[in-house]
T-cell receptor, first 112, second 113 residues
Framework: GENVEQHPSTLSVQEGDSAVIKCTYSDSASNYFPWYKQELGKRPQLIIDIRSNVGEKKDQRIAVTLNKTAKHFSLHITETQPEDSAVYFCAALSGSARQLTFGSGTQLTVLP | KAGVTQTPRYLIKTRGQQVTLSCSPISGHRSVSWYQQTPGQGLQFLFEYFSETQRNKGNFPGRFSGRQFSNSRSEMNVSTLELGDSALYLC????????????FGQGTRLTVV
């Protein structure tokens, strides 16, 4: 089945700096890659997603890149703010298995 | 539009008991997936239902089961509870499951004592 690895597990940045979180996946049939943000005690919420026919997608301060050949995708947050502090999960949807496989999460802390 | 609703929010059970958790998806959504979230294991896929049919199941023992009703509401059941079943159980609904956003409920926090 699909296996998603996520790095780093923790990340601290100064407010205003950029943050990058990277994920790799194993199933070449995976075709949908969402990123979720989970604040303490709250539900995961989708912040951005990318489909396999696209290499990059941007939404204000957040961008995601996908390299299908290398089977990795990354989340980029620019001009970080304290409210960006949360756990971020990447995921891959395997078209054959119809299930979202999640990475292990990254605890992002933005220091004021 | 109402979001995904899970009940109850909190539950305390003793070892050996069974428990049933409920998930009401967003109106019009036909796919419901269940996940177990623990600090050590992250988000683990349990199963996915679409139009009352279980289409996929994760790597969990048979004590974990579920079903989906004709109105797309879903329940999951855990029998013979073990201490290790303590976790946050999340359900997510989507219109389909392929390449569409999954919306999560607030989760049910299960504590087994």
């Amino acid at each position: 089945g699909e296996n998603v690895e996520q790095h780093p597990s923790t990340l601290s940045v100064q407010e205003g700096d950029s943050a990058v979180i990277k994920c790799t996946y194993s199933d070449s049939a995976s075709n949908y890659f969402p990123w979720y943000k989970q604040e303490l005690g709250k539900r995961p919420q989708l912040i951005i997603d990318i489909r396999s026919n696209v290499g990059e997608k941007k939404d204000q301060r957040i961008a995601v890149t996908l390299n299908k050949t290398a089977k990795h995708f990354s989340l980029h947050i620019t001009e970080t703010q304290p409210e960006d502090s949360a756990v971020y999960f990447c995921a891959a949807l395997s078209g054959s298995a119809r299930q979202l496989t999640f990475g292990s999460g990254t605890q992002l802390t933005v220091l004021p | 539009k109402a979001g995904v609703t899970q009940t109850p929010r909190y539950l305390i059970k003793t070892r050996g008991q069974q428990v049933t958790l409920s998930c009401s998806p967003i109106s019009g959504h036909r796919s419901v997936s269940w996940y177990q979230q623990t600090p050590g294991q992250g988000l683990q896929f349990l199963f996915e239902y679409f139009s009352e049919t279980q289409r996929n199941k994760g790597n969990f023992p048979g004590r974990f089961s579920g079903r989906q009703f004709s109105n797309s509401r879903s329940e999951m059941n855990v029998s013979t509870l073990e201490l290790g079943d303590s976790a946050l159980y999340l359900c997510a609904s989507s219109f389909f499951s392929e390449e569409t956003e999954a919306f999560f409920g607030q989760g049910t926090r299960l504590t087994v004592v």
